[in-house]
């Protein structure tokens, strides 16, 4: 009986301790061109199994910070991995410990991390926020791997950012597409931006579980976030 309570005490605290931590080390970086311009924020690493997003976006700000790339106008906020625990358990959720909380379901819901974000969402103009499906939107029913989803964004520039991904791929059933579904996942970043008139881009690579290697991923985010920044003349 000792060791049961033992264990559900150890088991609580532990899942405190991570409740807390986990908000905190997430790290959120600036980049100021004190010229007026569209203020962009890029979200990766929402869900810790899904890790390109959070490789090319820290890519991204090392860049920045050494100066090897310089914005020619607006600013740029990078949260490079918004779940860190997430991340080093290789996990979806935001802890592995007691409830399973998807963190794209929590916004408006007073949460830490989201509540943080909502506040940077409602001071950027452009968000993109990077995911990885488990298989092909061409190719597997249920989903939306490999394809962009957008708000507010002009569909020439959609179709500019899919020529660009696919021009190496010569699977047909493998190509990047428009995701054009007209609902809306309850409490995510993307009603979230929605609701407040933001443009707004889901970025789906194929990723889970490595069904694409990780560093082909990486390039398709970069080729992604490279054009938008240069199309708004951010970089």
């Not at 910070?65 to 106008?73: F, M, R, V």
């Amino acid at each position: 009986m000792y060791i049961q309570l033992f264990i559900f005490i150890a088991t609580f605290l532990v899942g405190i301790i991570l409740y807390f931590t986990c908000s905190f080390s997430v790290s959120i970086n600036s980049f100021n061109s004190n010229k007026q311009g569209l203020k962009v924020l890029l979200v990766g690493g929402t869900h810790g199994n899904e890790p390109s997003g959070s490789h090319s976006l820290l890519v991204l700000q090392n860049l920045l910070k050494k100066g090897k790339l310089k914005l020619k106008s607006g600013k740029v906020t990078i949260i490079h991995n918004v779940n860190p625990c997430g991340y080093y358990f290789d996990n979806r959720h935001y802890s592995v410990i007691g409830k399973k909380m998807d963190l794209n379901r929590m916004y408006n819901q007073n949460f830490p991390i989201n509540k943080k974000i909502e506040k940077l969402v409602n001071k950027h103009d452009l968000i993109l926020d990077f995911h990885e499906g488990w298989g092909y939107i061409g190719q597997q029913k249920g989903s939306i791997g490999s394809s962009i989803t957008t708000l507010n964004i002009p569909f020439k520039q959609q179709k500019e950012i899919l020529d660009l991904l696919n021009k190496d791929i010569t699977e047909i059933d493998k190509k990047w597409l428009i995701n054009d579904m007209r609902f809306e996942v309850d409490d995510s970043l993307r009603e979230y931006a929605m609701i407040r008139k933001k443009k707004y881009m889901l970025i789906e690579t194929t990723g889970q579980k490595n069904v694409q290697p990780l560093h082909l991923r990486i390039k398709q985010n970069n080729i992604i976030t490279t054009y938008l920044l240069k199309k708004y003349g951010v970089l």
